[in-house]
Structures are given as structure tokens and as C-alpha cells.
Nanobody, 126 residues
Framework: QVQLVESGGGLVQAGGSLRLSCAAS????????MGWFRQAPGKEREFVAA????????YYADSAKGRFTISRDNAKNTVYLQMNSLKPEDTDVYYC???????????????????WGQGTQVTVSS
């Protein structure tokens, strides 16, 4: 069982920045693929960014490229999402997710992940 706890959400003005954190349990964190998704009420969960464990490859949704950066600190069992140049349309609940021991490769698909955090609200005012 892997537990994920997000933090760092809040209210920010358009053009501002936030850094989300996701602390994970488990001794094999460095091998987990970690992802960030977001979801608005009534909508499907949307991929934002993902990062592999061993070689630290990064993947981004088009909406996140150039503005968001995913990173991880394996010594702290934590993954981060640095969000810059925020827009009102970035307003959502943001979730982190973990995939343990993947045998397939679908980091942009929310159903592929094994564990989820409780989510943190990000609100961007215009």
C-alpha cells in the first residue's frame, strides 16, 4: 500500500506561481512512476505531467509545457509540480498518482496508476 499526500495548493493571481508537493510512503519510491493530474467537477481527470523513476524522464501535457515542471527528490520520497505563469483555466483540483512496478507504459492515462492522493485545490484568479 502506498499513501500519497499532496500539499501546496491555494489561491493565486493569474501570472503567479505555485509549487505542489506530494509525499509518498513506501521504500521503493525511486522506482515509482509519479504523475500529476487535475480534475474539474463533472469532468474526466486530465493528465498534467509524469516522471519516471530510474532515468527521470519527464512527460507533459501540451497545456503544461513551458510553464510547469515536474521533479522528484527520491531521498525525501517527494514529487513536485512547479507551476508558473498560471492562468484561470488552470483552476482545478490537482492529484498526484503513483504507478508501482509498471509492465506497460501509459503515464498519460489516469487509469494506469495504482495509487492516488486526496487532491489539493488550485484556484487562479483573473
Amino acid at each position: 500500500q502506498v499513501q500519497l499526500v499532496e500539499s501546496g495548493g491555494g489561491l493565486v493571481q493569474a501570472g503567479g506561481s505555485l509549487r505542489l508537493s506530494c509525499a509518498a510512503s513506501g521504500r521503493a519510491f525511486s522506482s515509482y512512476v509519479m504523475g500529476w493530474f487535475r480534475q474539474a467537477p463533472g469532468k474526466e481527470r486530465e493528465f498534467v505531467a509524469a516522471m519516471s523513476g530510474s532515468v527521470s524522464n519527464r512527460y507533459y501535457a501540451d497545456s503544461a509545457k513551458g510553464r510547469f515542471t515536474i521533479s522528484r527528490d527520491n531521498a525525501k520520497n517527494t514529487v513536485y509540480l512547479q507551476m508558473n505563469s498560471l492562468k484561470p483555466e488552470d483552476t482545478d483540483v490537482y492529484y498526484c498518482a503513483a504507478k508501482v512496478a509498471p509492465t506497460t507504459w501509459r503515464p498519460g492515462t489516469w487509469r494506469w496508476y495504482d495509487y492516488w492522493g486526496q487532491g489539493t485545490q488550485v484556484t487562479v484568479s483573473s
